[in-house]
């Protein structure tokens, strides 16, 4: 098989995830303009934490001026591929670091590993997602939308407690991979490899041929491990507004 040119590698990567950003991101209320290379979300109210997002391709030189109408409004913004010395141009204008990623992507879901012992249940009504989110005092996903077939949320179960999650969409061909969490008490036991495989093997059950996620970078030797390859580094900075004086 012939490989894909890195730049259509970067383009297929970041293209999923898009897609896949703005699905998991449609609530009522949301304004969205997916058109690269600054892609775009305004949420109707805040949803986790934020009430706006940028997601910059291949960003140069020219970003700060572009995003000069935006820094009216608090924001956040995540730089995939960037120029060198972009972020520190950010930073210096006033853009606060918030995480270090690594976008990455599986060219097909073929040949998966076994998903192994560890129990994952696929979490399908509001009610049951929202007794879960009290239980471990976090938001995993929005309860209104796990009924979705393309918006999939995974639990995994360890001495009969939830010891982790995963949120797996579903769109365009495309399985993209987000908030995979453990529980501190549960670390080192298998539970991500699990959430991950389990998600992968019943996406291509539902038509997925290919997979992408973007990896903090304690994840990165996990999804190595099941097949993923890197494509791009990705910072995810916020933009606040000054305080008054």
Known sequence: MT???????LTQAASDFLHSWFFSRTFAG????PRWPLAHVRFGSAVYGRLEEYLALTPGPDLLAQLEPARSRPHW?????????????????????????????????????????????RVRTAAALEALCRRVDYRMADPARVHEDGYRQYVAWLDGEPAGWARCVVVNGAAVLDRVM?????????VGRA????????????????A?????????PLYRS???????????????????L
């Open 226 to 244: 099941v097949g993923f390859e890197r494509v791009a580094d990705s910072r995810v900075l916020r933009w606040d507004l000054p305080a008054q």
């Open 212 to 220: 992408a996620l973007v990896a903090s970078s304690a994840g990165v």
């Open 182 to 190: 453990t529980r501190p008490q549960f670390r080192r036991r298998g």
């Open 30 to 33: 949301c304004v969205l303009d």
């Open 77 to 121: 913004l995540s730089l995939l591929a960037a120029e060198p010395g972009l972020s520190a141009a950010l930073e210096a204008a006033g853009y606060r670091a918030v995480a270090d990623e690594t976008l990455m992507r599986r060219e097909t879901l073929e040949k998966l590993p076994e998903a192994g012992g560890t129990e994952v249940r």
């Open 195 to 210: 959430l991950t495989l389990r998600a992968l093997h019943e996406a291509r059950a539902a038509g997925a041929e290919r």
């Open 3 to 9: 490989a894909t040119p890195l730049p259509d590698i």
